[in-house]
Nanobody, 123 residues
């Protein structure tokens, strides 16, 4: 069973930056697309970004395009989310997740989740 551990959340002023990390256990990290999701208080969890298992194809929800960058380092079993120009509406608990089926593009179902890391943006 894979374990995902997020880190890097914190308090930042609007316009600032944070870099989230997601460390994965196991030897099959590189075979799976990975994604970031977020959940704000009182709201449904929403998709933020995903990266495919190979060649690093990425896609984003519209609200973060041009501000957030998802990447992965398969040698380190780690995925990242660089968040720039943060806005108060970005404030949420951010979760990393692994796509349920291997060799995907990150547009399918996600089957493993981390515990989340809080991102707080002050205005």
């Amino acid at each position: 069973q894979v374990q995902l551990v997020e880190s890097g959340g914190g308090l930042v002023q609007a316009g600032g930056s944070l870099r989230l990390s997601c460390a994965a256990s196991g030897r099959t990290f590189s075979n799976y697309a990975m994604g970031w999701f977020r959940q704000a208080p009182g709201k449904e969890r929403e998709f933020v970004a995903a990266i495919s298992w190979s060649v690093g194809s990425t896609f984003y929800t519209n609200s973060v395009k041009g501000r957030f960058t998802i990447s992965r380092d398969n040698a380190k079993n780690t995925m990242y989310l660089q968040m720039n120009s943060l806005k108060p509406e970005d404030m949420a608990v951010y979760y990393c997740a692994k796509e349920a089926a291997p060799y995907g593009m990150g547009r399918g179902s996600f089957g493993s989740w981390g515990q989340g890391t809080q991102v707080t943006v002050s205005s």
